[in-house]
């Protein structure tokens, strides 16, 4: 089982991103799929989660209506649109499934917005 994220990097304030996370050894739509994300200094936060059986979506208060999370089946990725972007979201921003009683984790990838 691996997870691998991408599309972080260096953004400006008020610009959009979309990080991806490729999924191997598991097909997501079997796995209670999350974003989490943290921050220097700080505990890690859980952003979003996209439910294995119908879809669901849930967010965190902080990104409600400029973060989405979403699904490829077909690809077997789940993305994290996020518009807006102020300071207050540079992290890393890691990718979570969870699949029965067993959690696995991606390494992280770092966002950073700033002027």
């Known amino acids: 089982v691996q997870l691998v994220e991408s599309g972080g990097g260096l953004v400006q304030p008020g610009e959009s991103l979309r990080l991806s996370c490729a999924a191997s050894?598991?097909?997501?739509?079997?796995?209670?799929m999350s974003w989490y994300r943290q921050a220097p200094g700080k505990e890690r936060e859980l952003v979003a989660t996209?439910?294995?059986?119908?879809?669901?979506?849930t967010y965190a208060d902080s990104v409600k209506g400029r973060f989405t999370i979403s699904r490829d089946n077909a690809l077997n990725k789940v993305y994290l649109q996020r518009n807006g972007l102020n300071p207050g979201d540079t992290s890393v921003y890691s990718c979570?499934?969870?699949?029965?009683?067993?959690?696995?984790w991606g390494q992280g990838t770092q966002v950073t917005v700033s002027s």
């Open positions: 979570r499934a969870v699949s029965g009683f067993r959690g696995y």
């Open positions: 050894g598991f097909t997501v739509t079997s796995a209670i």
């Open positions: 996209i439910n294995k059986s119908d879809s669901t979506t």
